[in-house]
């Protein structure tokens, strides 16, 4: 029973929201109006249990202090394994990292053959979904912060404005001075919604991804080459394709990723870059913003959910972030397509299903799983190459023209990478970057024969 039992003016309400509401407002009596209203939306009605796990999550939310970041990593990790372990998930047996490692080592070896790229000293292994989620977490977080704190200023101001719109003298006793503690407040409770959802979205990635950086990012610190096997099962059942094929196609895939990423230091500071540069000039509707949070009924928590998942939060695209999204889409592109050639040019003669493997993996790649849609409806990004085909197209002109030295030699610098111009023209892009050997062969000719050559 309350303190307010013999009061018949409150009305009664559970010791546990009682206490968090006094709280709230100062320890003082708890206004009448105030309780009605609590009562009005039927927080009085919860199961006692889930109503401690709110009491205390509010209560975090005010007591809290403020961190250095916006996006609180280990609520979105705790969000993301939660994720993959109610979709399935379960540990690599000994007999998974027994069997990556003999793939990761053969697939160096056929790639030995094919590319100079530099071979950095690497070990396979095999990892549950949880574990990809735990390794790859730094980096994801580290990418969406900018984003994070733009729609978190963004949702804070925009609440917290309408908040000081109401007159105090309307007020219930006592909330005035939670005015005083909602903007810090707001930022921490928008600032866990976007790391619940970052986690969401990490977590539901991770029930696809069959490699450690197969979404072409440096995900995962060498020297892991990273199989899951979970999922690589899955995919080989699904094309009718013997596992251990499977595992040998998608390893040489992974072990190509990784010596791009360690032999061209350039490609992954880039990759990077384009991301934080799209997020670094991030742009809020805060007019959508707002109307948005005026529509939402605050009692249920369903329209919260539609809400925060729908434009809610989606970003206004500026003219920088156009310009970084498509370096990002093009980069995307070229280590795929870099990849699909050397893979193609690794397995010949050795897997029988090199074909299907390499059609599937190009398919669900170009069109994007849900996971991968998932994630860009959280920050605005689809990492997935759009120009799979056409960046593959330029590789294999410039291997017809010079060799796997010329293909290889389009990542020297990044001023000479093919840009999505180069994609447009492909045969362009070759003859240009052949042209200057070609020139400097006739300057020195020309100068041998009017005898200005070495005596």
């Known amino acids: 029973m309350t303190d307010h039992a013999d009061d018949d003016e409150t009305p009664d309400l559970p010791p546990e929201l009682e206490q968090v509401l006094r709280g709230l407002t ?5 206004d009448p109006q105030l309780a009605e209203m609590v009562r009005g939306m039927g927080l009085d009605k919860v199961d006692p249990q889930m109503l401690q796990m709110v009491v205390g999550q509010v209560q975090a939310m005010f007591a809290a202090p403020a961190g250095d970041t916006t996006v609180d990593p280990v609520l979105a990790t705790d969000t993301a394994r939660k994720t993959v372990a109610a979709a399935g998930d379960a540990l690599a047996s000994a007999a998974d990292r027994r069997a990556a490692a003999e793939a990761v080592h053969v697939a160096g070896l ?23 989620v735990e390794a790859t977490m730094p980096v994801w977080t580290d990418l969406v912060e900018p984003v994070a704190e733009g729609v978190t200023d963004a949702v804070s101001e925009t609440m917290a404005r309408q908040l000081g719109e109401v007159p105090e003298d309307s007020l219930p006793e006592g909330m005035a001075g939670m005015l005083d503690q909602a ?11 976007f790391a619940l959802q970052l986690g969401q979205g990490v977590g539901t990635l991770a029930g696809e991804v069959v490699t450690g950086c197969e979404v072409s990012l440096p995900l995962v610190a060498a020297p892991d080459v990273v199989l899951l096997p979970q999922a690589l099962r899955e995919l080989a059942a699904g094309l009718e394709v013997d596992e251990p094929q499977a595992r040998l196609y998608l390893a040489v895939r992974e072990v190509a990723r990784v010596r791009l990423f360690a032999d061209v230091p350039w490609l992954s500071a880039g990759l990077l870059a384009a991301v934080r540069d799209y997020a670094g000039d991030i742009t809020i509707d805060t007019d959508g913003i707002e109307e948005a949070v005026r529509s939402i009924d605050p009692s249920d928590p369903q329209a919260v959910q539609e809400a925060l998942q729908g434009q809610l939060f989606s970003p206004q695209h500026s003219p920088a972030q156009q310009a970084a999204l498509g370096r990002l889409e093009t980069l ?14 690794a397995v010949a ?32 990004l689809e990492l997935r190459p759009r120009r799979l085909r056409d960046a593959a197209n330029l590789f294999r002109a410039l291997e ?3 060799g796997p030295a010329a293909r290889d030699a389009a990542w020297r610098h990044p001023d000479l990478a093919p840009s999505a111009a180069d994609l447009d023209d492909p045969l362009g892009y070759v003859e240009r970057t052949a042209r200057p050997a070609a020139d400097d062969l006739d300057a020195e000719l020309d100068a041998l024969l009017r005898g200005e050559g070495e005596r």
């Open 26 to 30: 100062g320890g003082g009596e708890l």
């Open 110 to 132: 056929w790639l030995d053959a094919v590319t100079d790229l530099s071979a950095p000293a690497v070990r396979g292994t095999a990892w549950s979904r949880a574990e990809w």
């Open 183 to 193: 903007g810090p407040m707001l930022r921490r409770m928008h600032g866990s919604m």
């Open 332 to 345: 995307l592109a070229l280590v795929e397509g870099w990849v699909d050639v050397v893979t193609e040019r």
């Open 349 to 380: 003669g050795h897997l029988p299903s090199a074909d299907a493997l390499g059609e599937a993996v190009r398919r669900r790649r170009a069109t994007g799983g849900p996971a991968e849609k998932a994630f860009g409806a959280l920050v605005g």
């Open 400 to 402: 017809d023209s010079g």
